[in-house]
């Protein structure tokens, strides 16, 4: 009688040993997923903030006054939709090949943005389409008949 009690006390301890085992697998594998929802909550608060960040709007004072010349430039690429060589901007503009590259540089130390191309180790400009919308609705630039005369 004692052999059986003694096999069923085994089996009992075997059985035992086992669910302590997946006791503890499932207890790191319950760690682990804790973990990777505290990772995934920090990764979808910086995915908000980087979406709240990219769709936040320009400010109106952002972008500073413009002369004659650089509102020419800003014209001729705020009105085509395909980006443009220095070149181009320069014939359509009507001013100097030499002078155009200092006059995006102005427009963009100013707040506007542009989006560059490189075709042929050529450099193609467009203004960034979600400030011409802006510009659009808001007149950032100011192209007033009046802004013109003076």
Not at 44 to 62: G, M, T
Request: proline residues 4%; without cysteine.
């Amino acid at each position: 009688m004692n052999k059986k009690f003694d096999v069923i006390r085994t089996a009992l301890e075997d059985h035992l040993k086992a669910i302590n085992e997946n006791s503890s697998e499932i207890q790191a594998l319950f760690d682990y997923f804790k973990e990777f929802e505290i990772k995934v909550e920090r990764l979808s608060q910086r995915l908000d903030q980087l979406q709240l960040n990219f769709d936040q709007p320009l400010e109106k004072n952002n972008v500073l006054p413009l002369d004659r010349m650089e509102k020419k430039v800003f014209l001729v690429l705020y009105t085509e939709e395909t980006p443009l060589s220095y070149v181009e901007i320069a014939q359509r503009s009507s001013l100097p090949n030499s002078l155009v590259p200092e006059l995006v540089s102005s427009l963009n130390n100013k707040g506007i943005p542009f989006v560059r191309s490189f075709v042929n180790d050529q450099v193609f400009l467009k203004i960034d389409t979600r400030f011409k919308d802006r510009q659009a609705k808001e007149n950032l630039v100011n192209l007033s008949l009046q802004s013109f005369m003076n």
